[in-house]
């Protein structure tokens, strides 16, 4: 199974936006519902988003009216768009696939600090 491969990470003031890429294998991408994940430092890894192959979507509650999860089928990608970040937003995200994850990728550090 191929790794994912997340990028677009960095570091960003309060307030900010950035915008998470992540590309899998068509075989990932095609037949299982996405999630974008994050771990924290010191933190166990949590989920924060999923994607349905159907483009439905859910949230948690601590990202839910300011982070966007979205899926470009023909790139095999998700996105991850995030806005009015807050420092308790920093982190290593991650993406997979909702249901039994594994094979994880390296992530994409995001840093939200003035």
């Known amino acids: 199974q191929v790794q994912p491969v997340e990028s677009g990470g960095g570091l960003v003031q309060p307030g900010g936006s950035l915008r998470l890429s992540c590309t899998t294998s068509?075989?990932?991408?095609?037949?299982?519902?996405m999630a974008w994940y994050r771990q924290a430092p010191g933190k166990q890894r949590d989920w924060i988003a999923t994607?349905?192959?159907?483009?439905?979507?859910n949230y948690a509650d601590s990202v839910k009216g300011r982070f966007t999860i979205s899926r470009d089928s023909a790139r095999n990608t998700v996105y991850l768009q995030m806005n009015s970040l807050k420092p308790e937003d920093t982190a290593v995200y991650y993406c997979n696939t909702a249901n039994f994850p594994s094979n994880w990728g390296q992530g994409t550090q995001v840093t939200v600090s003035s």
């Open positions: 994607i349905a192959r159907r483009a439905n979507t």
């Open positions: 068509r075989n990932n991408f095609g037949f299982n519902d």
